[in-house]
């Protein structure tokens, strides 16, 4: 490739990475991203349209953003100056890593470590800021290796820990003393523990939250995408209010627009029993569809999240491929080698989408 001019004006790590792209086209049945499936009632989306409008289109959001960190407060019993909201948990990730990048001792970076597979966004944001990424797999049961990570950790010294709970791709929730060992593994860095799945997960929950008060470096982020509004790009971590002040610097001033800040508050206060309903059906849907699968010889991880994570006898690549060119689009891991070449991650969808998938599937094994 020709030089460019600003070639050597970039990031050196910039050129290992590629922008995240969801997959591009047009499909019947989109299962690829674990959103919800539309399933808010008229009334509740016409209520929500309408606290969304902006009362003075020429005027700046909120930018301490007040009623929406007080309703996320009261909704998880913190205080609203531990609540830190961004767009999206993308943007909290974002924050965290530009406010904790300082290299440790004589490291020519920061580093985070993370177990893998997991969401994609800590190790693209990471690189993307210079830092060193070390991942740790999951066992086998796709739980946290916590031998593992405490060996990382000390080896590492990092200054973020990243754990999904229930994990993006694996469906699973890491077991609660293993997490407790990474925690205390770790106890000059900032461990976020991110829910974003939480809902959909059963009883149990809340003890992850406890965390936050049994350790000073816990930080629990959650979001709204995953409940049914994604189009809102809301989320907000919870941790100490010092913290959380420190990282605040670094955000733009004006980062949720208003009507991601009035839907967002108008969702956490008034449509609870609206997202226990979805959630609901989630759930039910989740248990008929892996049933499916299971009875068309897939591997179906038990799920605690709105998606599940299955392998296929045929490369994962091929079946996702097979499917995508019946309208169907799901999302496969095989591009990571290894024991991901089979794997594949379905989001639940409407009852007649995943009718149509498993009709689908069936042709493509
Ligand atoms: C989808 C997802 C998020 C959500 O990110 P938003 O930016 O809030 O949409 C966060 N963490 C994990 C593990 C996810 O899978």
Redesign the pocket.
Known sequence: MTARFFDPLLRAELSELRAYEPHAGTFEVRLD??ESPPLLSPEASAALAQAMIPAQLNRYPDPRAVALRAAIADSCGASPDEVLV????????ALLLTALDRPRDRAPAASIVTPSP??V?YRLSARARGFKVVEVPLDDAWDLDARGMARAIEFARPNLVFV?TP??PTSTRVSLDRLRTVIESAPDALVVV?E??VDFAGPGAEAQLALRQAYPNVAV?R????VGF?AL???WIVGPAELVREIDKTRQPYNLAVPSQQGATFALRELGGEIARMRDVVVAERARLAAGLTALGFEVTPSKANFLWIACARPASEVVSALAARGVLVKSFHASGGRLLHRMRITVGLPGENDRLLHEIAACR
């Open positions: 991203a674990n961004g767009t999206g948990s993308d943007e909290i990730i997991t969401f966004m999904a994990n993006n991110d974003a799945y982020m979001t709204l995408s995953k994604a790009r809301v989320g």
